[in-house]
């Protein structure tokens, strides 16, 4: 499987950006998904690697071939780009069985191909599936009912299912009842010998005229693979879709109607169709979000056991942080059309890049506390938060602060720079939908109208502490006095509010302890995935611990 690059991606219409300047590389083999809220850009970015949405500017490309240069002018239809796209809604046709659903874009492919053997690969099938006639025998024993009817349509599925087979191979397999033999291995050596020999005639003639089948029983001649331009086979066609229903186990369902299929049956059959043309690049917009939380976490196995098994690469679409941690490679977080940070689940969780990262990715959200402080000699920070609690922030690596903010300054001033170059250019247009810093949200008793609040002064001593739920633990010997606001308990752990003065922390407490509301308690915040951000640029500056 290829690997994606994007390069300087934009997609804008008029002078709003759905897309601004993105660049990514999605490596061969990965699972990458792309999270954000609702409209931040992140299905147009999906789009526009497809070829359903054409980039304003910017260059993508998937394997060796660029398949869009804006300034070369080149643009490959997405029906050239060899990629599979599953929709949220699963788009399958009311009036065909699974099968010809399935089926159905494969016979459309009129493309230049290796040409098969149809009746060599047969032939290597059934060879394969009468080394073990005792296999073939027990295969069908399974499928009599307790009356000792058979069930031959069952027992085409198994024997497709355990020896690889197409239908007509495994029909033809079934047709010499070997499951029928007192002795089934003498009576599948004795038709082993006809296909050997069968298999033999054929590789001669092509010997004749100087070609010879390679392993996949396609034509060569000087050790290269024969093509043709021509539609795939009834054969091809037939392995196809039993793959790809072996593969998401729905081969039993082949006749039935989308009507008579669960939603879990019908997104299996719109994986196994996507699968089935067998897509350089599967991309997937949302497609567990009709399902029910049950079957959506079901699902969710199926996707991780799919990536392995296909070794395709995937990208996934969707805005559940859920999702993203528990199947993602890397994660791709996007807001309002720029990328915010690109990492793998537990690096986004514990080292998010900026206030907006730490405030989208966990469940229950970080807790954000403002804080004054100086870095001291030592390197630690002397903090003041929570209405005058004081307090060490010690950096797990050493740091300097004010090399930090040069560094923030800087960057602040290539991209200003930047966007000044651009705008000077022809036909540039000024971003209507302006990138702010993240406003986050702090948790009072009182809530207050931001929006009636003068802005504040915000200094370089001016920081916000992350801390994540998990991190604040109820301690008998704690240092912080608090209340119990509120109480969630789930079984295996329950989640607090917690009453600091006027603040409220969220806190998640593991164990099946019931806590009573208006119970004091003391806490102590533990660990060294504090987190300390820039107050001015939202920017994570470190992570490290904090004692109080």
Partial sequence: MPEIILENVTKRWGKFFGVDNVSLNIPNNSFITLLGPSGCGKTTILRMIAGLETPTEGRIKIGDTVVFDSNAGINVPPNKRKVGFLFQNYALW???????????????????????????KQTVDLIKALQNGNKVKEVVEECFDKNRKLDEKKAYI???????????????????????????????KSKLSEYEKKLETIKNKYANEGKALNDKCEVTKNGKVLEEKRKLTKEEIDSRVRACSRIVKIGMFMDRYPAELSGGQQQRVAIARTLAPQPQVLFMD????????????????????????????????????MEAMTLATKICLVNNGVLQQYAPPLEVYNRPS????????????????????????DGSFSVTMLDGIKGSFVPNDKMDIVEW????????????????????????????????????????????????????????????????????????????????????????ESTLKLRVGDFLLTSVIFGGVI??????????????????????????????????
């Fill in 94 to 120: 009311p009036n065909m069985t699974v099968y010809e659903n399935i089926s159905f874009g494969l016979k459309n492919i009129n493309e230049e191909m290796p040409i098969l053997d149809v009746e060599a």
């Fill in 515 to 548: 806590y009573q509301i208006g119970q004091e308690e003391k806490i102590n915040i533990t660990g060294k995935d504090i987190l300390l951000f820039d107050r001015r640029s939202g920017k994570l500056i470190c992570s490290g611990s904090l004692k109080i």
């Fill in 405 to 492: 903010r040069r560094n923030r300054d800087d960057e602040e001033q290539k991209k200003l720079e930047f966007e000044r170059q651009r705008l000077s250019q022809k036909g540039a247009v000024e971003k209507t939908n302006k990138d702010e810093v993240f406003k986050y949200h702090i948790q009072k008793v009182n809530e207050e109208d931001d929006s009636l609040l003068d802005e504040p002064v915000i200094t370089d001593e001016d920081y916000v502490i992350g801390i994540r739920p998990e991190a604040i633990d109820i301690d008998d010997n704690g240092s912080i006095d608090t209340t119990i606001y509120g109480a969630m308990p789930t079984g295996m």
């Fill in 354 to 377: 900026n206030l907006f990262v730490a405030d989208f990715v966990g469940n229950p959200s970080m807790n954000f506390i403002d804080a004054k402080g100086t870095q001291q000699s």
């Fill in 286 to 321: 949302e497609p567990l979000s009709n399902l029910d939380a049950k079957l959506r976490l079901e699902m969710r196995y199926e996707l991780q056991r799919l990536h392995v098994e296909t070794g395709s690469t995937f990208v996934y679409v969707t805005h559940d942080q």
């Fill in 158 to 188: 198994k024997l497709i299912d355990n020896f690889g087979l197409s239908i007509y191979s495994a029909k033809e397999l079934f047709e010499m009842k070997i499951h029928e033999s007192s002795d089934p291995n003498v009576s599948a």
